[in-house]
């Protein structure tokens, strides 16, 4: 397959990128800052773009199987998480590609209380609450797009522990375990995504992974 990823060198695109590019995938690595292309892995494309205008990302979306957004705006500009997902919603529209978007928690349902994670402190700090809320508004403006789009909420918890290839898979619920722990490795969630987009199982709809 042929992809862009929008957001190579953080923390959550850049393990897609080496995951897709692990399994032969050719990949379009896109990022805001020309300086940061010197970061990316040996067999990336690298484009300069922003994920927030969307004539730039229906370039990088033209010819591609599909787009992966794994941005996310920094601390104080939270709001810019809705704009970059409306852009980026209209440009894989306007390219003719899918949209494989890594969003946030904050909307999944906690098991045995019926409350989205937003909600509940046992899972979010009240240090992020803003990106949460954004998470909540970005979500809301992929399911009001028509276009061919999946949505990947991450567990409560992210961490960077291996790489195992496991996972279990929820749609609106959190995934935990059997002590009420709801994390993934990074790269675990990597392959989550890469695995949906190998094999599409969640089109125009939400999805959430989880040990």
Do not use: K
């Amino acid at each position: 397959m042929y992809l862009t990823v929008f957001g190579a060198t953080g923390t959550v695109g850049s393990a897609v990128l080496d995951e897709a590019l692990a399994r032969g995938h050719r990949v379009t690595a896109a990022v805001r800052n020309p300086a940061r292309t010197a970061e990316l892995p040996a067999g990336a494309e690298p484009a300069v773009a922003d994920a927030a205008d969307a004539a730039q990302v229906a370039t990088l979306a033209r010819d591609r199987d599909a787009v992966i957004g794994a941005t996310r705006p920094p601390d104080g500009h939270e709001s810019r998480l809705g704009r970059m997902a409306s852009a980026l919603l209209t440009g894989t529209s306007a390219g003719g590609s899918r949209l494989l978007l890594v969003g946030g928690a904050a909307t999944l349902t906690v098991p045995d209380t019926g409350r989205r994670l937003i909600d509940d402190p046992r899972y979010l700090p009240a240090a992020a609450r803003a990106i949460a809320a954004a998470c909540v508004d970005q979500l809301a403006r992929c399911r009001e797009h028509d276009g061919d789009w999946t949505y990947l909420s991450p567990p409560a918890q992210l961490d960077d522990g291996p790489r195992t290839g496991r996972y279990r898979v929820g749609r609106d619920e959190l995934v935990v375990d059997e002590a009420g722990e709801s994390r993934i490795s990074v790269a675990d969630l990597a392959v989550a995504l890469v695995d949906e987009l190998e094999r599409p199982a969640h089109r125009r709809c939400r999805f959430t992974v989880g040990y």
